[in-house]
């Protein structure tokens, strides 16, 4: 109650307050308890924002559960993207980044039927919007089901809710937040939560064609099938967008009791049978003798896995289709969803390809000599800055350099011909199948964003050189998150920043604009202090000059000897992907005395989920997940209490030393009096150990295991900025593994194993 109360004040009286208040203790339920009976006594609004759809997804499940107990008089909202919600993009392959622009061309010319039959159902459409949470799962199968438009049935509602729980982007991106923040009310409020294979044969229109085949021929679509619960619901034709071959060392040929085969890499879903179901998951995650489906002369049969080969790094071929991903490969049902072109754009930092700027030139080839021109004139400077290592330069430096070489013209000027030529390019995409964003649009949009930087000290320029060259690619980034950060927050009466590990709530302060009146609130959770046993293990590191051969083989040894002296279920943290998979080709695995988990970095969202819940669900409970600090599996996810019985982190995640570090570090330097290392390296690397740590301590009831094994934890004074509760857990620091392994022995009564 002590939590509900203090948000309830910071919205009364229109402060910032900045809580902290560790996963696992009720944080979701307090605040909202905060909220409600703030809404139910005045007529504000307040924006929750998350950074994922699944944390959406939890607001809203305990919002139906206090409606189940209490009536409240106002409405609740959940409302995401279009690419989430649009009836369009199922039907038809529209490309996430063009959505907004298709959409609005449709409705502007009243020709999307979806938005037309919403406003020629509005009395229906009030009757099931008279709910007081009104989630956008909700809005998407009625609108599914009743044939109009799921966003803009959300969006007619907005007015008239009172809290509206959304991503992230709603409140960074500066467009949408124009389009969603109403300022309708007299009171707004913010609450931010978490603050801080070639043989393969594809089924296409044509028929049966080999992969390798289908990227040299010009090959329109593949054949996806329907799938239900009662089985194959019909055979479509689906549109390929685009396709890319790669080379990967993650091969694995799969032979089944009925002779059929198929290479693919282990990240590719494949449909699989498990007990009476069918369910998605890894080709990875497959062992010999499970059954897998298949689709064979138009229904549905299973067969078992006999063989399960890993085979040598080879080329692969991948694609992406709409509006289905799933197609037939050798009569095998696989899903190419790792593929999925969506990316989350943020409005502070921009990165261009040579790649992109060669298929404008393509795009604009015949249609204007003027942009042609251009294109021609962009690839020659990079080509010849092209250097051995990456270099960063002022926007101001890059637009002077353009102008010479296209005879002085000035950058307005040159920006002007290629809006004109990128939108007649776009108009043309719009009327074509596939409906994509034209790469000259993409083009003329960053060196809209170069030039509106270009007196401002905070942005610059990395030219990243990376073989072969349409690899090549600039990044224009912004230093300064605080400008960001003062733009959002002036649109709020108050702001409640939530965190599990906001201990260093001045760092956060200043770097996203907080300003200096705030309060800060810490939760310090009441626990038995002998249920946590943290060492912090002091003879390795992930420093540079420790990342070989001879020493992560040492390495490996020691953790698997603590992971195998640990009962029940383990997650393992690395500093980065590159480390994770490195540990990984040197053998970690057949070091370990369990099964593991292996989060990839290529994984979407339901193949990372599938995977927590296989290791979650693993009935054996001796099981380790290998995950990345940073990453999702490190942040987010909550494996609920007593399921975890040991956090290890190997490593310190600084971030990787580069141009563009060094030059924000300067800056930070400059803009807070000399705490650029402090603010730039330690400050998100202590964020992510302790998030990767609360992972296995889920609530006061748990006895957990916490390892640092970094020796820089202490000698670089980074243990002092950890949360309280972590702090409290320092059991001791080992020297050597040896006496760490003897202390595991007496933990909990764990005993050897």
Known sequence: MELASKVYEALVNGNHLILQAPTGFGKTAGVLAGILPFLEETEARVHYVVRTHREAEVVIRELDRIVQDVTFPFRVMEIRGKRHLCNVTLERAVQADVIDKYCRKLVEENRCRFYLALRSKLSETKKLANQNVLSSQYAFRTGIAKGFCPYYFLKRYLASSDLIVMPYQYV????????????????????IDECVGANTLILTAEGQIEANKFFLNNVPSVMSILLDDLGVQSKVKNIVASKRREFSKDVINIRTDEGRALKLTGRTQVLQVK?????????AGLSKGDKIMTF???????????????????????????PDHNYVANGMIVHNSHNMPFVIASDRSWKLRV??????????????AAARSIMVRLLQFLKENKKDQAFVLNPSEFISQMEKKLGDVPFNQILQILDNSAKLVQESIFSSEAIIKSSLAYVAEFLQEVYRSRLSESFFLQYVPIEPFPRCYLELSCFDSSSVGQRIFRNFNSVIHVSGTNEWEEAYAAL?????????????????????????????????????????????????????????????????????????????????????????????????????????????????????????SGEGVDFGPGIVRSAIVFGVPFPEPSPKMEKYVEYLNTKFQGKGELYGYSYPAVIKAAQALGRAFRSPEDKVVLILADDRY???????????????????????????????????????K
Not at 173 to 181: N, P
Not at 275 to 283: L, Q, R
Not at 729 to 749: I, Q, T
């Open 714 to 752: 202490f000698s670089y004074g980074l243990f002092d900025r950890f949360p309280n509760w972590i702090k409290r857990s320092l059991k001791g620091r080992y020297r050597d593994h040896g006496p760490l392994l003897r202390d595991l022995a007496k933990v909990f009564d764990y005993g050897e």
């Open 172 to 191: 960074i991106i500066d467009h949408l937040r124009r389009d969603v923040v109403r300022t309708d009310r007299k009171r707004m409020n913010l609450v």
């Open 296 to 322: 064979e002369g138009g229904s549905l049969a299973q067969e078992k896995i006999v063989e399960m080969t890993k085979l040598p790094s080879q080329d692969v071929y991948d694609f992406v289709s709409f």
């Open 275 to 283: 007990e009476t179901i069918a369910v998605w998951g890894p080709a």
């Open 355 to 368: 790649i992109d700027i060669e298929e404008a030139l393509l795009e604009v080839y015949s249609l204007d």
């Open 512 to 632: 996203t604009g907080v300003p200096a009146q705030y309060t800060k609130y810490v939760i310090d959770p009441s626990y038995d202090e002998a249920n946590i046993f943290l060492g912090i293990l002091e003879n390795m590191s992930s420093r540079e000059t420790d990342r070989t051969e001879e020493k992560y083989a040492l390495f490996s040894h020691t953790l698997a000897e603590l992971v195998n002296m640990i009962i029940g279920k383990s997650v393992l943290y690395f500093p980065s992907f590159e480390v994770l998979s490195s540990f990984r080709e040197i053998g970690f695995e057949n070091l370990v005395e369990k099964e593991m988990f292996w989060e990839n970095d290529n994984m979407n969202t339901n193949q990372h989920q599938e995977m927590i819940n296989q290791f979650v669900d693993d009935a054996n409970g001796e099981c380790l997940l290998a995950g990345v600090m940073g990453g999702r």
